[in-house]
């Protein structure tokens, strides 16, 4: 077996003793990465800012597990609300602009603390 790697990011750190998410072979799993601003700390209020600074984390922790969102197999979404799901496309069309070479997504509605709208994990191959 493949030893794991953790991936640690400044200002994307979790609250709970875990890593940003773990490279294990040519696999990358994330934790959950949120729109919090990594600057600033600071989580806006607004969804499509929330989403712009989620999707440039989501940039980051590629980039620090060594690949980037073309390598991104599957992509889970988790709403606090159904109405932010605009937010979150709005992005992901940014990203992924070819609508036959985009990750799986799966979305769900769930309980998010604070001011958190929504959060992704995703699952990539190097």
Do not use: C
């Not at 209020?45 to 197999?73: C, S, W, Y």
């Amino acid at each position: 077996m493949a030893k794991r790697k953790s991936i640690h990011i400044e200002g994307m750190e979790h609250g709970a003793p875990i890593p940003n998410g773990v490279v294990v072979g040519n696999m990358i799993f994330s934790s959950a990465i949120s729109g919090k601003d990594v600057k600033t700390g600071v989580l806006s209020d607004d969804p499509v800012e929330q989403a712009q600074a989620m999707f440039h984390n989501l940039r980051l922790f590629m980039e620090k597990a060594g690949g980037t969102p073309d390598n991104i197999a599957h992509m889970k979404v988790y709403l606090k609300d159904e109405k932010y799901r605009d937010a979150v496309n709005k992005l992901w069309l940014e990203m992924f602009p070819d609508e036959h070479d985009r990750p799986a997504r799966h979305a769900l509605k769930v309980e998010l603390r604070g001011k958190v709208l929504f959060q992704i994990e995703v699952v990539a191959v190097l």
